[in-house]
């Protein structure tokens, strides 16, 4: 997806920001001394590398050292977290977190805990998943549901992989429902879409950024957002709450840990320098383009949301019988 402000200038005008904090940390003077790696355990572009790059550069600006994105991508983001999870807890090494960290940890194996295994540094914004139905498909979301009640298991839905971010939704949302919509896997977002666009499935449930192409031309209807509340930019398109009734909400969502052990002064001054870059005007900007907005939290308040969200997803795939392969 095109960003609609240049990277050199975000950069450049979150980098001058002033952050007295950082000039005044008599415990831990000394770092940054080097380099910071910022690892993002999925391939390079899209939605992750969107995001923890503009942070990187701002970061950069503010702490007067290289902070420098490495992608790891493997086994549903296992290998880039097992890599942070065995560095050392200096404050040199960082994992980009989101939802997706969450959910492959309740039913992938890791070499990680993805709970004990890291310390929380600060969270960067939510984002809305997007319930989308094929061309002259479900009209609504009432619509959806009332034929997905009248015939069970009828209704598919499709999901870039088993165990992706789209997967855990739908089947939340089944289990909130009481319905049966089936899963029809595929192996990436663009053979998903293309089978929506055919009419080849029902609906599909992913990112703005993932969709945003389709969406803007037209070719395929938002019926509702995951989200608790309407988005600004699109106050018609109704939550999945309010049109139906039903008690259900997601927001994905991206986050910076650290190596357990990382020391409390390292992480505070990254969440004051993050929660100050992710407040800015640019920031926002930069996020609404990728349908998110920036929702910062403590280090505490963040390992608490983690480890909550966490447990949700484990009990779900508990309970849908979601298992790797």
Request: charged share 15%; with cysteine; hydrophobic share 45%.
């Amino acid at each position: 997806m095109k960003v609609s402000i240049g990277r050199r200038g975000l950069a450049a005008g979150l980098a001058s920001l002033a952050l007295p904090a950082l000039h005044s940390r008599p415990a831990f003077a000394a770092w940054p001394e080097r380099p910071i790696r910022l690892v993002v355990p999925y391939t390079p572009g899209g939605s992750n590398d969107a995001v923890a790059r503009p942070l990187a550069e701002a970061l950069q600006g503010m702490l007067g050292k290289p902070v420098i994105v490495e992608n790891r991508p493997g086994a549903g983001s296992t290998l880039g977290a097992g890599f942070v999870a065995q560095a050392q807890p200096d404050g040199y090494t960082l994992l980009l977190a989101s939802t997706s960290f969450a959910t492959s940890s309740t039913y992938l194996k890791t070499t990680y805990d993805a709970v004990e295994s890291f310390d929380p540094v600060a969270r960067l914004c939510l984002a809305p998943m997007l319930i989308v139905t094929k061309p002259r498909g479900f009209a609504d979301m009432k619509t959806l549901v009332d034929a997905a009640r009248e015939a069970p298991g009828r209704v598919q839905y499709a999901m870039a992989g088993m165990g992706a971010v789209g997967h855990f939704t739908m089947e939340a949302f089944n289990a909130a429902a009481g319905l049966t919509m089936e899963p029809v896997p595929y192996s990436g977002i663009s053979p998903a879409q293309a089978d929506l666009l055919a009419g080849r499935v029902d609906i599909m449930v992913t990112t703005m950024a993932s969709i945003s192409n389709l969406v803007s031309s037209g070719q395929v209807p938002v019926i509702a957002y995951t989200s608790s509340q309407r988005m600004e930019d699109a106050p018609q398109v109704p939550t999945v709450r309010e049109a139906t009734g039903i008690d259900f909400a997601v927001d994905v969502w991206w986050g910076v840990l650290a190596p357990k052990g990382t020391p409390a002064a390292v992480r505070q001054t990254l969440n004051q320098a993050i929660s100050r870059i992710v407040g800015t005007d640019s920031y926002r900007r930069f996020l609404a383009v990728e349908g998110a907005k920036p929702m910062p939290q403590g280090t505490e308040e963040f390992g608490r949301f983690v480890a909550g969200d966490i447990a949700r997803w484990r009990k779900l795939a508990q309970d849908s019988n979601i298992r790797a392969g």
